[in-house]
Nanobody, 126 residues
Framework: VQLQASGGGLVQAGGSLRVSCAASARTFESYVVGWFRQAPGKEREYVAS????????DYADSAKGRFTVSRDNAKNMAYLQMNSLKPEDTAVYYC????????????????????WGKGTQVTVSS
C-alpha cells in the first residue's frame, strides 16, 4: 500500500489542524493505520493508531485528549485531527501501516510498520 500524508502547515499555539492520509490500496480496510511524527534532532515517535474498521483507536500520552484519529474506508483516507496544538507538536507527521491484517498493536511502534508515507510538516508557533 502507498500512503501520502497532507494537510500540514503553520498554526498558532492553541489552534487546530487536520492532516490527511491518502492510501492507494484497493483493500485499505485490511490495514491498520498509525500516525507518527519526527521533530528535528529527535527520533520518530508514535502518535496514534486506528483499527481496520475504525472501531478501536489508541493514542500516545502526548496526544490523548487533544488528537483524534479517524478513517473513511470508502474513500481510502485516514485523518488526524489535532486540537489545542502546542509548539512541542512541531514535527513532520507520517501516516504508516503494518502488513495487511495485522493487529492494531503493530502500528504502535516503528518496528511494526511495513509501509511509510511521505510526511507533512506541522509547525506550531508560540
Amino acid at each position: 500500500v502507498q500512503l501520502q500524508a497532507s494537510g500540514g502547515g503553520l498554526v498558532q499555539a492553541g489552534g487546530s489542524l487536520r492532516v490527511s492520509c491518502a492510501a492507494s490500496a484497493r483493500t485499505f480496510e485490511s490495514y491498520v493505520v498509525g500516525w507518527f511524527r519526527q521533530a528535528p534532532g529527535k527520533e520518530r515517535e508514535y502518535v496514534a493508531s486506528i483499527s481496520w474498521s475504525g472501531g478501536s483507536t489508541d493514542y500516545a500520552d502526548s496526544a490523548k485528549g487533544r488528537f483524534t484519529v479517524s478513517r473513511d474506508n470508502a474513500k481510502n483516507m485516514a485523518y488526524l485531527q489535532m486540537n489545542s496544538l502546542k509548539p512541542e507538536d512541531t514535527a513532520v507527521y507520517y501516516c504508516a501501516a503494518p502488513l495487511a491484517d495485522a493487529p492494531i498493536i503493530a502500528a504502535m511502534t516503528p518496528a511494526g510498520i511495513q509501509y511509510w508515507g511521505k510526511g507533512t510538516q506541522v509547525t506550531v508557533s508560540s
